[in-house]
């Protein structure tokens, strides 16, 4: 049986550590320039980041640091208020990963966002906005 | 028979509910009832043409909302404009050559409850001057899960077979999306495509399901109304276009991706029926119908500034009447592009080729054979979401070129004679 030395042991737990952060180095890595544009390719038709505006998806503006379920004005499901998330670039980054993964039985109708980079962007963009 | 009957009341009712349940002080839309601006429905901010989530919304028996809104949307729009047909300079033609109000519609369109929902549309005739039902779509819908996949299944009660499609390829919502009443166009068409005087004077009932945002498949019936019913409706005394059979089958299947950026659709569709005479209809009109088609249609969305669209669409029917058979080919393929919703330009060619049976051309002498080109420029400045008083105010303003290289199996000067300029200012609130 072979056994790695002590350096390929650590060289494979730093890179097993390293894609065990990817999604929060790459959020900060983002570019909201070009999140802007897959904000508006995957998200806009339900979301707008006006305050207050609410469409098919409650507003993100501001969404970064909010408890889930507590846009005003929005009929959320029960899945989503009772998720007890509070949104960080994390959370988001798992959530429009799989969404309906992360909150079970919720009613947003989107399958999912498959690529890093497109989610670091759009995260990005979304922490760009006031 | 008496099932049929009864649905039909039923269709009535649902109408009936739908304009009662719309207050005269509110002017609503399915834009106010989601929220959402034109553009996420509508390919260039305005019309019928629909983007992969306006499909979903319509799968979805239009009762998506945004959670807010309290009131069932009513709607109207206008359009109005100017007809040149090149002509061959006689008196008749010339008259043709005119600018007016081409028609206006009101609409109570929108959800009753999360599993109801639908439009009725009435539309005043500004060639015919006269009120009229124009299309009609009411849902029963609901969603379950299949196999971990969502499966939106539901009932559609329509007035005219292909206003229930969510796609643009089929008659009703295919291109060109507006024209002017006073063109000309070929005789010839399938039942299907509406070369049966189906358009409103009919009752149809659907079941359909959309499996995992990806299956989609429906089939139904339809019935002719009584002529007096149609003629209550707004239809001429002459529009009765016979019995249809009870063995009328309507079908559709449809395998759709929505990738968000860009999105396509393949499918088959057919319509059998066999129309019989009765009263005054002429029964050189009747006969038996076959009809199957296929289409395909392809969105290129991207960050929703360059947007560009194809479809197509080839149908083949075969039919028979007093003692003739024959069959006629439509194809029709179209591309549009819009620029940030706002500057469009689409191109679209369409072809019927036949045979010169009685059912397709008056004079035996003659083919059936159409075919041309449409060209249309159009500037659609508001029904984003930023635009001013969305998503109340919308205009679209346009100009339509219809150039015939043959028409009614006639070239030359028949055919360019039809040629039509069409400028029109189309207003929706």
Redesign the interface.
């Known amino acids: 049986m072979h056994f790695p030395n002590s350096r390929s042991l650590a060289a494979a737990v730093f890179a097993a550590s390293a894609l065990a952060v990817t999604p929060f180095v790459a959020h900060a890595n983002g570019d909201p320039a070009k999140g802007?544009?897959?904000f508006?390719?995957?998200c806009?038709?339900?979301h707008?980041l006006?305050a207050g505006?609410?469409?098919?998806g409650p507003s993100l503006n501001g969404v970064n640091g909010r408890k889930a379920a507590t846009v005003a004005?929005?009929?959320?499901s029960d899945a989503m208020k009772a998720s007890d998330i509070t949104w960080s670039p994390e959370k988001i980054d798992a959530y429009i990963t799989r969404p309906k993964k992360v909150v079970p039985g919720g009613k947003m109708?989107y399958?999912g966002l498959d690529d890093e980079k497109d989610r670091a962007d759009v995260i990005a963009y979304l922490l760009s906005v006031k | 028979m008496r099932t049929l009957h009864t649905l039909l009341r039923l269709f009535a009712a649902c109408a009936a509910l739908l304009a009662w349940a719309s207050p005269a002080h509110a002017l609503p839309s399915f834009a106010r009832q989601?929220?959402?601006a034109c553009?996420?429905?509508h390919i260039g901010a305005f019309g019928p043409q629909l983007?992969p989530?306006g499909m979903?919304f319509k799968i979805g028996g239009y009762t998506?909302?945004?959670?807010?809104s309290t009131w069932m949307p009513m709607s109207a729009h206008a359009i109005a404009g100017y007809t040149k047909v090149r002509g061959s300079k006689t008196a008749e033609v010339d008259k043709v050559n005119s600018d007016r109000l081409n028609e206006a519609s009101i609409f109570a369109a929108g959800r009753v409850n999360d599993h109801i929902g639908g439009f009725v549309q009435a539309t005043w005739d500004g060639i015919g001057h006269e009120w009229g039902l124009d299309h009609t779509d009411l849902r029963l819908v609901d969603a379950r899960s299949v196999g971990g996949k969502e499966l939106v299944y539901g009932l559609s009660f329509n007035n005219n077979p292909t206003v229930q499609d969510p796609f643009n390829t089929l008659t009703v919502w295919g291109f060109p999306y507006t024209g002017s009443e006073l063109a000309g166009g070929p005789s010839a068409a399938s039942l299907i495509g509406g070369g049966r005087g189906l358009e409103h004077t009919v009752g149809g009932l659907t079941l359909y399901g959309f499996l995992d945002?990806s299956i989609y498949a429906e089939v139904g019936t339809y019935r002719t109304l009584a002529p007096r019913t149609q003629v209550a409706l707004g239809e001429g005394k002459d529009s009765d276009p016979g019995r249809l059979g009870d063995g009328t089958i309507y079908w559709r299947t449809a395998y759709f991706r929505d990738l968000?950026?860009q999105a396509f659709a393949v499918g088959l569709f057919g319509m059998n029926g066999g129309l019989h005479s009765r009263g005054a209809v002429d029964p050189a009109t009747v006969g038996n119908f076959h009809d199957i088609g296929v289409d395909a249609m392809y969105q290129y969305?991207?960050?929703?500034?360059h947007i560009g669209t194809l479809n197509t669409s080839y149908v083949r029917e075969t039919a028979s009447s007093q003692g003739e058979r024959g069959h006629l080919n439509e194809f029709k393929a179209n591309a549009s592009y819009f620029y940030r919703n706002t500057y469009g330009l689409s191109l679209g060619y369409f072809s019927t080729t036949g045979d010169s049976i009685g059912l397709y051309t008056a004079d035996p002498t003659k083919s059936p054979n159409s075919r041309g080109f449409i060209t249309e420029l159009s500037w659609t400045p508001l029904g984003k979401?930023d635009s001013w008083m969305a998503p109340w105010a919308n205009v679209r303003v346009g100009l339509q070129y219809i150039n015939f290289q043959r028409l009614d199996g006639e070239g030359g000067s028949y055919a360019h004679g039809n040629n039509t300029l069409f400028g029109y200012v189309w207003t929706a609130f």
């Open positions: 802007e544009k897959v508006a390719g995957e806009s038709d339900c707008s006006t505006k609410n469409k098919k004005g929005f009929a959320y109708k399958d | 989601t929220g959402q553009t996420a429905c983007t989530n979903k998506d909302w945004d959670g807010s945002n968000k950026r969305l991207g960050g929703r500034e979401e």
